[in-house]
């Protein structure tokens, strides 16, 4: 199982990023799976999932409204739009095979995105 993330950078508070990940190595149209962040000093967090097909998601509180999952089975793809960026939204996002994250599961190395003025 391969995840290799991309998108991140440095926006300002207010502005968009879309992250993506790639994934390899399994049946990914099968797969349920997430985004998950950790802020510099803090615990790893959910921050979004979608279901194999697409058409279930979930949201942390912290995300609902700003953020969105996608994904396209076709290309193995797995997205996550995030608008009005704020400074709190700081930290290093992973992409995870799983619904939700747990140390167990299989993990990408991740993307880190900045917020700051």
């Known amino acids: 199982v391969t995840l290799v993330e991309s998108g991140g950078g440095l926006a300002q508070p207010g502005g968009s990023l879309r992250l993506s990940c790639r994934a390899s190595?399994?049946?990914?149209?099968?797969?349920?799976m997430s985004w998950a962040r950790q802020a510099p000093g803090k615990e790893r967090e959910f921050v979004a999932a979608?279901?194999?097909?697409?058409?279930?998601?979930d949201y942390a509180d912290s995300a609902k409204g700003r953020f969105t999952i996608s994904r396209d089975n076709r290309l193995n793809l797995v997205y996550l739009q995030m608008n009005d960026l704020k400074p709190e939204d700081t930290g290093t996002y992973y992409c995870?095979?799983?619904?939700?994250?747990?140390?167990?599961?299989?993990w990408g190395k991740g993307t880190l995105v900045t917020v700051s003025s």
């Open positions: 190595g399994f049946t990914f149209s099968s797969a349920d």
């Open positions: 995870v095979k799983a619904w939700r994250p747990r140390p167990r599961d299989y």
């Open positions: 979608i279901n194999w097909k697409g058409g279930i998601t």
